[in-house]
């Protein structure tokens, strides 16, 4: 986790080397609405500045937060119930399985009907989105507990509880995390998206996010500068959660530090 | 002479194989342990013999016959029968403190304590096999010998009446395995009179080290698994290294050598 100076470096160097070259392409065909890096930090200045990116980003990382928070509520518990249970899973893999691949836009829809273009509507669609990979993850950790490690566990004589708790969560924990750092990371493409649909019906206004923020400079305004700030904006910010969740794990598991 | 602490009588144990009939791992085995007896399981590997710790154990149940503790049928496994895997399986998210008190903290061996004596129990038990100064490293931080020395710390710690140990030096080498050998014994309590120690079962592969711990040896064969001989092990006790220099016990190490040389012969090329 700690970063080296080398290292920065290192990774800087292509990003950096792509920006000269779209700048001088860009200065060199000299058209007026194509972004450009230079633009775009102008861009960034204005939307920062006025305070409506922040204000987006706030918005749109508390639909994340809520939608995540469900999503994990859900999934770890039922991805613990089927991974250390050949019925259960039985019963519910079939419909998790089923449901896996249907993108959350395209639930989008029926999102929209039942819970109206607000908040709730935004929250839904990121819950949906962010639980497919934690209860699979979750199933998979539970799954690949060291039999031995049961068998142990068994010969001291825990219950079922006590071995859930103190074997199997422990064990699956890594694999936990990473459902936890995919589910968030799918959470902002389903933000992303569900802002821009419900920025389309809704035709604009103040509490969108940044989807709705993105759409608006797409079809009213036309500032490609602007949506490129969006766009960098939820990568960085994207970026960070995944770093903090990191973190938390490495924190959760002191005995995985090498 | 007094009751048998552990009875294995006209066991059978049969595995299904997927969609393919099963396999007979063991066939119509009978066996005592004596109170505060040691006793060591050798043979080939196929013969059976972790399945009848298992079995003991009471991870698994015989297909026929019975398998009873204080006269009591085995029915799954309990605290009073504590395991040594071959593996260790120590937890990787505790420590050595965190592993040793593990039972205690989380199974039905800790009811009825009190946290002091709890803490007081793993500290004594991580003094026992010497690891006072690692109570805080996880099991990646520890060689072989440091992991076999927490499991058996562990183990201890659940004070059982029965030790089960399923070769549980097979992973260390030589060096380390006769030193740990020579500490499993004083831990046992080879020093104290007989009636004080525990009753252990110990699965091993190597002869040497079965007569070298043993009162006595139960040799088993394989395809199917059967008790081919049970030979008392007079060696006086306590033991040391200058046991395994007797002609005593090179004799006896020779005498089971010879009744599974064949065995394991065929073993190596087939």
């Given at each position: 986790m700690r970063l080296r100076a080398g290292d920065l470096a290192q990774g800087a160097m292509l990003p950096l080397a792509l920006v000269a070259i779209w700048q001088a392409w860009g200065m060199a065909a000299g058209v007026a609405r194509v972004p450009l890096p230079s633009r775009i930090v102008a861009a960034a200045a204005e939307l920062v500045g006025s305070g409506d990116l922040p204000l987006a980003i706030v918005q749109s990382v508390m639909r994340v937060f809520g939608g995540f928070a469900v999503a994990a509520a859900l999934a770890i518990p039922i991805g613990l119930a089927m991974g250390t249970s050949s019925r259960v899973e039985r019963a519910i893999d079939p419909l998790v399985e089923s449901f896996?691949?249907?993108?959350?836009i395209a639930v989008l829809p029926l999102a929209i009907l039942w819970l109206g273009t607000g908040t709730s509507a935004a929250i839904a669609i990121v819950a949906y989105a962010a639980f497919f990979p934690i209860v699979v993850n979750t199933v998979a950790g539970a799954q690949r507990v060291p039999p031995t490690l049961l068998r142990a566990a068994a010969t001291m004589g825990l219950t079922r509880a006590a071995t859930l708790r103190t074997v199997v969560i422990p064990s699956a924990l890594p694999s936990i995390g990473t459902g936890l750092r995919i589910g968030m990371g799918v959470a902002w493409t389903a933000i992303v998206a569900a802002e821009l649909a419900v920025g389309a019906k809704a035709g604009g206004g103040g509490s969108g996010g940044v989807g709705q923020m993105m759409f608006v400079y797409y079809?009213?305004?036309?500032e490609l500068n602007r949506i490129v700030v969006c766009m960098i904006a939820v990568g960085l910010v994207a970026f960070a959660l995944d770093r903090a969740i990191r973190g938390a794990l490495a924190l959760a598991m002191p005995w995985s530090r090498r | 002479m007094s009751a048998p602490k552990l009875v294995v009588e006209r066991v059978g144990k049969r595995f299904d194989v997927d969609g393919q009939g099963s396999t007979v791992a063991i066939e119509d085995l009978s066996l005592d342990v004596r109170e505060g007896e040691f006793l060591s399981i050798v043979g080939p590997?196929?013969?059976?013999k972790t399945t009848v710790l298992n079995l003991l154990a009471g991870l698994e149940t015989p297909t026929t016959g019975r398998v009873a503790i204080d006269g009591r049928a085995i029915t799954g496994p309990a605290p009073e029968r504590g395991v040594m895997f071959q593996d260790y399986a120590?937890?990787?998210?505790?420590?050595v403190e965190g592993n040793v008190g593990f039972g205690l903290m989380h199974g039905?061996?800790?009811?009825?304590?009190?946290d002091a004596a709890r803490a007081e129990r793993v500290r004594h038990c991580i003094d026992l096999v010497g690891l006072a100064g690692s109570e805080r490293k996880y099991p990646h931080q520890l060689s072989g010998g440091m992991r076999q020395r927490t499991a058996l710390a562990r183990l201890m710690a659940l004070e059982p009446q029965v030790l089960l140990m399923d070769e549980p030096l097979a992973a260390l080498d030589a060096q380390t395995r006769i030193i740990l050998q020579g500490e499993l014994l004083r831990i046992w309590g080879q020093?104290?009179?007989?009636?004080?120690r525990r009753t252990v079962v110990f699965i091993t592969h190597a002869i040497d080290e079965a007569v070298f711990l043993a009162d006595r040896v139960a040799v088993m064969t394989s395809h199917p698994g059967r008790l081919k001989a049970l030979i008392d092990v007079p060696l006086p006790r306590p033991r040391d290294d200058s046991t395994r220099a007797t002609p005593q016990f090179q004799a006896l190490a020779q005498q089971i050598w010879g009744l599974i040389r064949d065995e394991a012969y065929r073993a190596t090329v087939t």
């Open positions: 896996r691949p249907i993108a959350a079809a009213y305004s036309i | 590997s196929g013969c059976g120590l937890f990787p998210w505790q420590t039905p061996a800790g009811d009825g304590m009190s020093e104290r009179p007989a009636a004080e």
